[in-house]
């Protein structure tokens, strides 16, 4: 059964074609290379994983509440329009959500699988081909594993999101070969991070917490290469190329901020579109979840040297400037760690299963004796 009869809206044509612009660039230096690069390259190999095997696709899940997400985390909670709504219709309402929000996430993982194989033709450095290579790999098993959870577990799919497609459509047509950088590895991917730690801490579900740790455990490599990459790169801009790119990340950042309102989920079931999402700007729950949603993104604008006033000015009017305090790098290390807690928890799980095979084993055998 194909993919398109799961969709909630028909998606137009079988391809989304998005025309690419700038080179495909070969380096003949082959010795010379940045240790830190290299380092998260060798780390990118060593990390590989088979997303068939390490997840235990057997758990349940709910397709009305995927995520097993507290009563607080519904958007429309204490509305007039909430209220008024039957018990079917607050379950299909649940059931769309958790379609809608894991089809954004296939999308974007598949627009970061394109954008990573552009990088590897695009990027000058031999260094940041390799480790983009690594990631285009990452990518494809994200997509991979969104759509098996996708298709078994809810049987629904939403279209992109156009905030996420015009974004994605702007990095790939530039020419400069920072701007698909810029574009995924900074705003897209750092988004997407905090979206997944959001949904992975709040989850109640085993699979989804899996899931969303074992993609989050690669998806923190892959904000800390175009850390590395750009900040090398943009200290050498002269203010004229480097303003072009706070643009950039100004007009990205508003695009990505609107990418979680839920609009198309409104539209889908026929509610009140713009009473639904006044009442969902206005939350407080929602603004402190889209606070928390920039709390990746705006360190790393920060670290790469694109600090100017109207970057500030942007995220001050976005109320989301105080995560500039964040420090990257420790919330990597915890993601790295919550994956790794997973895995021993998993295997201690394992462990004390086959000490009841065994204990049993002996027992029966006793009992012949």
């Known amino acids: 059964m194909s993919s398109y009869d799961f969709y909630v809206t028909p998606v137009p044509g079988d391809t989304w074609n998005v025309p690419m612009a700038g080179d495909a660039r070969f380096t003949w ?35 009305i509440n995927v995520a097993g997400l507290p009563e607080q985390f519904n958007p429309l909670l204490g509305s007039d329009i909430w209220d008024k709504m039957s018990q079917k219709e607050r379950d299909e309402f649940g059931r769309h ?18 954008v990573s194989a552009r990088i590897v033709q695009s990027v000058p450095d031999l260094d940041s081909k390799f480790y983009a290579a690594t990631q285009t790999m990452d990518e494809a098993r994200h997509v991979e594993l969104y759509t098996k959870f996708l298709h078994e577990k809810i049987g629904m799919y939403y279209p992109v999101n156009q905030d996420l497609a015009r974004l994605l459509a702007d990095a790939l047509e530039d020419s400069r070969w920072d701007l698909p950088y810029l574009g995924m590895q900074v705003l897209i991917e750092g988004l997407a991070l905090a979206a997944f730690g959001l949904y992975r801490d709040m989850s109640t579900n085993p699979l989804v917490k899996q899931l969303l740790a074992y993609v989050m455990q690669d998806e923190a490599r892959h904000v800390a290469f175009g850390r590395l990459a750009l900040k090398d790169y943009y200290a050498e801009l002269t203010e004229k190329e480097r303003a072009e790119r ?41 603004t402190l979840y889209q606070s928390l949603l920039f709390s990746r993104i705006v360190p790393c604008v920060r670290d790469i040297g694109l600090w100017g006033d109207k970057v500030q000015a942007a995220y001050e009017d976005m109320g989301v400037i105080e ?24 295997y201690q799980q394992e462990l004390a299963a086959r000490r009841q095979e065994v204990d049993a084993a002996i027992t029966l055998g006793a009992g012949t004796d």
Not at 33 to 62: H, P, S, T
Not at 255 to 284: H, I, K
């Open 246 to 286: 706070q643009e950039f990340v100004v007009e990205g950042c508003y695009l990505m901020r609107d990418r979680f309102q839920g609009r198309e989920v409104f539209e889908t079931l026929d509610m009140p579109v713009q009473e639904c999402l006044e009442y969902v700007d206005n939350s407080a729950m929602y």
């Open 323 to 346: 995560n500039a305090k964040a420090d990257l790098e420790a919330l990597m290390r915890q993601d790295e760690e919550y994956a790794a807690k997973i895995d021993e928890e998993k």
């Open 29 to 63: 230096e082959y010795d010379d290379g940045r240790d830190r690069l290299l380092n998260l390259y060798q780390k990118g190999k060593d990390k590989q994983w088979d997303a068939q095997k390490r997840i235990d696709w057997d758990l349940e899940v709910d397709p």
């Open 97 to 114: 959500q958790g379609s809608w929000l894991f089809s954004q996430f296939l999308h974007g993982e598949q627009g970061a699988l394109n």
